[in-house]
């Protein structure tokens, strides 16, 4: 069984910043395209942003010049860094890549188990 694992969330007050972080197991050989979303309550899951195997990176208009998604391939970890936070981005952050579980095989759309952003003063 994969899985990823985020971490990083919490309460944050707005104008703040948080860090999210999203870990692939050790053993596995790598990852490929990854993705952070988030659902609000009562919301549809949204995608936020995406980054590429490459490092080619994109993001919803909402999030776009605010958040900065990375990744650290020697980790095998995905990062969100969330910076000027609005009431509006309160949200369960989930993770999602395609994992190459092994030289041969890939599985596609790994979801973590989601962490919980709230931004209120």
């Known amino acids: 069984q994969v899985q990823l694992v985020e971490s990083g969330g919490g309460l944050v007050q707005p104008g703040g910043s948080l860090r999210l972080s999203c870990a692939a197991p050790e053993r596995i050989f790598g990852i490929n395209t990854a993705a952070w979303y988030r659902q609000a309550p009562g919301e549809e899951r949204e995608l936020v942003a995406s980054i590429t195997k490459y490092g080619t990176t994109k993001y919803s208009d909402s999030v776009k010049d605010r958040f900065t998604i990375s990744r650290e391939d020697v980790k095998k970890s995905v990062y969100l860094q969330m910076t000027s936070l609005k009431p509006e981005d309160t949200a369960v952050y989930f993770c999602?890549?395609?994992?190459?579980?092994?030289?041969?095989?890939?599985?596609?759309?790994?979801w973590g188990q989601g962490t919980l952003v709230t931004v209120s003063s």
């Open positions: 999602n890549a395609g994992v190459r579980v092994t030289a041969t095989y890939t599985k596609v759309g790994v």
